[in-house]
């Protein structure tokens, strides 16, 4: 019997629009995917997920639990990336409602726009395009910090999920030691096949260039980079976070950046998003801050799709499903 599955967005953007046709293209038989918009009050949102079996939520937005509590064929909430903080799991599964999620889908997007906010703040990148684009050609730029290599340098991934693991991958070939800090250990000498060597978070603090992380945000990731954690890492170290923004105290973070006691930081998340236009990170010299937009390529986005899609068609089968998320004890 085929299952409806609404895809709630902002159905007035034209990337949605246009992200909802990719959708329907792909759409395996037995599946009717809906653009259902999301920025409709709850009682509409109500009627429109009356019938629906599962939703595909964009870009972490929530769902009410007050309109959960209404959707009474509703079973399953797949999200399109990795990240799930912004849903009350257990409060869900109590009305007989799943999450999944799809951190797989996305590892190599995020893995590369990680390395690149690593290039971006080492290679002074986004200083260098700003004084060409005004035509000023090189105007003001020696009194920045030298610009710095990869090559050599020791790089300490907290978190080695399907992200952290894609990124060590695509650091192979730079000459570069790994580290990695994990609660959950490794199948043995897969590790190695990445050129890895795990640590624990302190030692991986301290003997890093440049940390990067790739955890879930959960009561235990929540801050867990602050002003302990800046005064371990080295004065030259830079931060990669394009994870999940409250991982990091941000005003442990802009105090860090003031005084030196790190070289910069490449932020694709912040803690509030979208932030403060006066947020002082956005005005620092030594820092790189994108708009949460390391995921979301056009093949990330493909690959979560289909992943979706099979989730749903497991869903009408009555199969197992894939990448649920449990409950924080």
């Known amino acids: 019997m085929p299952i409806a599955v609404a895809f709630l967005a902002n159905a007035k953007s034209n990337e949605m629009t246009n992200r909802f046709k ?123 910090a030298l610009r710095r290599e990869i090559n050599g340098k020791t790089i300490g991934i907290i978190g080695f999920g399907n992200i952290g693991r894609q990124v060590a991958r695509r650091l192979q070939g730079w000459d570069v030691e790994i580290l990695y800090a994990d609660i959950i250990e490794m199948v043995p000498g897969r590790d190695r096949e990445l050129g890895a060597t795990r640590t624990g978070k302190d030692d991986l603090l301290k003997h890093s260039d440049i940390v990067t992380l790739h955890v879930p945000l959960n009561k235990s990731t929540r801050g867990m980079i602050s002003d302990r954690e800046f005064g371990l890492m080295k004065p030259t170290a830079i931060l990669i976070n394009a994870c999940r923004g409250p991982v990091v105290d941000e005003a442990a973070l802009i105090r860090a950046l003031k005084a030196g006691k790190i070289a910069g930081a490449g932020l694709d998340v912040l803690e509030k998003e979208p932030t403060d236009p006066n947020n002082p990170l956005l005005k620092m010299p030594n820092a790189v801050v994108t708009p949460h937009w390391a995921g979301g390529t056009a093949e990330g986005n493909e690959r979560a799709v289909r992943f979706a899609f099979s989730n749903f068609q497991r869903l009408a089968e009555g199969r197992p499903l894939l990448s649920l998320v449990t409950p924080e004890e």
């Not at 079996?53 to 509703?74: E, M, Y």
């Not at 893995?111 to 002074?124: D, G, Q």
């Open 22 to 144: 990719v959708m329907q293209s792909l759409a395996p038989s037995g599946v009717e995917v809906r653009l259902v918009d999301n920025s409709v009050s709850e009682g509409e949102l109500i009627e429109q997920l009356a019938d629906i079996d599962g939703i595909i939520p964009w870009a972490g937005g929530g769902l009410p639990l007050q309109v959960a509590r209404h959707a009474r064929k509703l079973k399953l909430v797949q999200l399109m990336s990795a990240g799930f903080d912004a849903f009350d799991i257990p409060a869900l599964n109590k009305l007989g409602i799943q999450v999944a999620n799809n951190g797989g889908s996305n590892a190599i997007s995020v893995s590369e726009h990680t390395i690149s906010l690593m290039l971006a703040v080492y290679r002074k990148l986004m200083d260098s395009w700003d004084t060409t684009r005004q035509g000023k050609w090189r105007e003001g730029l020696d009194r920045l």
